[in-house]
């Protein structure tokens, strides 16, 4: 299985190595109209998540070097997990711009149309095989238990360690007063032979 893994996130980082790098190198996708409604949709998204850029160029480029990061860590294998989980969120973002730019970008008269939306359901076909991919690496304990299976593994261990030492404090105590008692109970009849 190690094997595979390491194989399979390269190639499954590979496309966004590519787009994250295309997207530093050159934020502005020059097939999309300046009049395609991204100043809104990145201004509404700076507003909701307030470190974010709201200049659409500074967010395609902040978008691409999350990508090209978690990429390059996701092909090396290091954190693996927070990569793909990184990637997948930016996916999900990427998808939702793409689709508003090409809705305020396409008119209905234009030739092709069947084309270009036969295009745009094979693109989003790919990136939701993809997003299904990353959540899969996300969830991946390369065969160890999740964190949460050991946090309550480790929790009921303690507990039991803690009963067993409980029940032994318990035990010691009740030996210590049977002992007690038989002493004084002894010492009674010792005493009450001595005065009869």
């Given at each position: 299985m190690a094997v595979l893994r390491r194989v399979a996130r390269p190639l499954l980082a590979a496309t966004f190595i590519r787009d994250?790098?295309?997207?530093?190198?050159?934020p502005a996708r020059p097939d999309v109209p300046e009049d395609s409604g991204r100043e809104r949709?990145?201004?509404?998204?700076?507003?909701?998540?307030?470190?974010?850029?709201?200049d659409p160029a500074q967010l395609?480029?902040?978008?691409?070097?999350?990508?090209?990061?978690?990429?390059?860590?996701?092909?090396?294998?290091?954190?693996p997990r927070l990569a793909s989980a990184a990637l997948a969120?930016?996916?999900?973002?990427?998808t939702l711009t793409a689709s508003g730019d090409?809705?305020?970008?396409?008119?209905?008269?234009?030739?092709?149309?069947?084309?270009?939306?036969?295009?745009?359901?094979?693109?989003?076909?790919t990136k939701v095989s993809l997003f299904g991919g990353l959540l899969i690496a996300a969830a991946d304990?390369?065969?160890?238990?999740?964190?949460?299976?050991r946090t309550r593994r480790t929790a009921s261990h303690a507990s039991d360690a803690l009963s067993h030492r409980a029940h032994a404090v318990t035990h010691q105590v009740g030996n210590?007063?049977?002992?007690?008692?038989?002493?004084?109970?002894?010492?009674?009849?010792?005493?009450r032979k001595r005065l009869s």
């Open positions: 994250g790098l295309a997207a530093v190198r050159e949709e990145a201004s509404a998204l700076a507003s909701r998540v307030p470190f974010l850029p709201e395609a480029r902040l978008q691409g070097a999350v990508q090209l990061g978690a990429g390059v860590l996701l092909a090396l294998g290091r954190a969120v930016t996916l999900v973002s990427s090409r809705a305020a970008g396409k008119s209905s008269h234009e030739d092709g149309a069947d084309e270009e939306d036969r295009a745009r359901r094979v693109e989003i076909l304990t390369h065969g160890k238990p999740s964190l949460a299976y210590a007063a049977g002992a007690t008692v038989d002493s004084v109970t002894h010492s009674v009849e010792a005493a």
